[in-house]
């Protein structure tokens, strides 16, 4: 028998759970199992920083490569994780090969939605954007005057966006639903944004979707877009941003409960004891509620919860929610997690042009969105994690100072 932990997957879950292990000087053999043909780095600055050219790759790696032998932990690269026999207690590669485990952490995160063939899903210059291959091949199209397509207005189109514009290219982005951040945001966080957008020239055209792409008589490239109004507008290439899918293929196909992901209890356990989850293909408990939280904090948090439990502490996982995206010279921080929210409240902030939206649910206070104002986040998170409910009269008066809220 092995004591070996099985990592599948090499992102910011699957690293965030070795190394906490190793900070926990816990000794057993590790081995993390990663599709891509490089070690494991960071993914927010690829469709930012890394795009743009301000960051090289090397500075986006968690550790240098020596890290992994001077910790005992194998790195398996460019191969992935076929089949999970939890008889056995093995896991199956593509190629045949198979590791023995104690125990398994599913690390395995999240995979774009596509479009279609039947659309154009299938034509060349028809991108999502979520690894280093991704960025590499939009870094070739991202050229002055050149005409993109966005399709989705949720956090990932906005940012690429803004990426786009700032690189001199032409940018039309449609939205399917009512507004831009409809599932994601209050009315008023996405007007703001919106407005941003506009003023740095990108056209946004809202309950407007996707007919079908079109391809180049002389080949498979999208040369225009058809869109669900009746116009066509021309294109060089698309960035399709419409979510991802949680990737619980191996769970589901091995036995293990699955939901929107792979469901997990409070301690990052699925229905196989042996077996934990981690990161954004997890499912777990909150509030008395089931949620997957797609975000760095969560993978990196959950991910040192099951270290601890795996080492052998009991300490439960206790979700905090918190996110970021940078578009722009416009940082827009939320802390908390608005499902369910059925009020809000904006406030203007000190700074011009920065702004707050508070969340509600059933009279309590459940998330905050700051736009540029990052005395309104700090002031919101810490509410949240205290629990103190917040004053709506100091709320409603721009010159009251936010600290007034935690006395």
């Not at 469709?47 to 960051?55: A, F, P, T, V």
């Not at 009020?343 to 702004?355: D, Y």
């Not at 919101?380 to 009269?393: N, Q, S």
Request: hydrophobic share 45%; net charge negative; glycine share 10%.
């Amino acid at each position: 028998m092995t004591d070996r932990l099985v990592i599948v997957g090499a992102g910011q879950a699957g690293f965030a759970l070795a190394a906490k292990l190793r900070a926990l000087k816990d000794a057993r053999p590790i081995t993390i199992v990663g599709s891509e043909t490089v070690i494991p780095y960071q993914r927010p600055p690829l469709s930012k920083k890394y795009l743009l050219g301000e960051m090289e790759f090397e500075r986006l790696t968690f550790r240098p490569e020596t890290w992994y032998p001077e910790n005992n932990v194998e790195l398996l690269l460019s191969t992935y994780v076929e089949e999970i026999d939890r008889k056995a207690k093995r896991v199956r590669m593509q190629d045949g090969a198979e590791l023995e485990y104690a125990t398994l952490a599913l690390a395995t995160g999240s995979t774009p939605r596509t479009l279609p063939a039947s659309v154009g899903g299938d034509l060349d210059g028809v991108f999502t954007v979520r690894d280093k291959r991704d960025a590499d091949l939009l870094a070739g199209e991202m050229r002055p005057g050149r005409r993109l397509l966005i399709i989705g207005g949720g956090y990932i189109g906005l940012e690429a966006a803004a990426v786009a514009r700032h690189l001199g290219l032409e940018v039309t982005l449609i939205e399917m639903a009512d507004r831009i951040l409809q599932r994601v945001a209050a009315k008023e966080t996405a007007d703001a944004m919106r407005a941003i957008h506009r003023s740095h020239g990108v056209v946004i055209r809202e309950k407007t979707g996707l007919h079908r792409l079109i391809g180049s008589p002389e080949g498979n490239h999208v040369r225009a877009a058809e869109l669900s109004d009746g116009s066509t507008i021309d294109v060089d290439f698309v960035i399709v941003g419409i979510g991802v899918a949680p990737n619980d293929r191996l769970a589901q196909d091995c036995g293990l409960e699955v939901g929107n992901g792979v469901v997990v209890d409070e301690f990052a356990r699925t229905s196989d004891p042996s077996i934990f989850a981690v990161g954004d293909c997890a499912m777990l408990p909150w509030k008395g509620r089931r949620i997957r939280l797609e975000s760095v904090q969560n993978a990196v948090d959950q991910a040192e919860a099951a270290a601890a439990i795996i080492a052998g502490g009991n300490a439960p996982y206790d979700a905090k929610p918190w996110f970021w995206s940078d578009q722009y010279d416009v940082k827009l921080q939320i802390a908390g997690f608005n499902m369910g929210y059925d009020e809000t409240f904006a406030r203007p902030g000190a700074r011009e042009g920065s702004l707050s939206i508070w969340y509600f649910r059933e009279g309590r206070f459940i998330a905050v969105d700051a736009i540029n104002d990052a005395k309104a986040y700090v002031t919101g998170k810490k509410m949240l994690e205290t629990g103190i409910e917040p004053d709506r009269a100091v709320l409603s008066d721009p010159a009251a100072d936010l600290k007034q809220l935690l006395a």
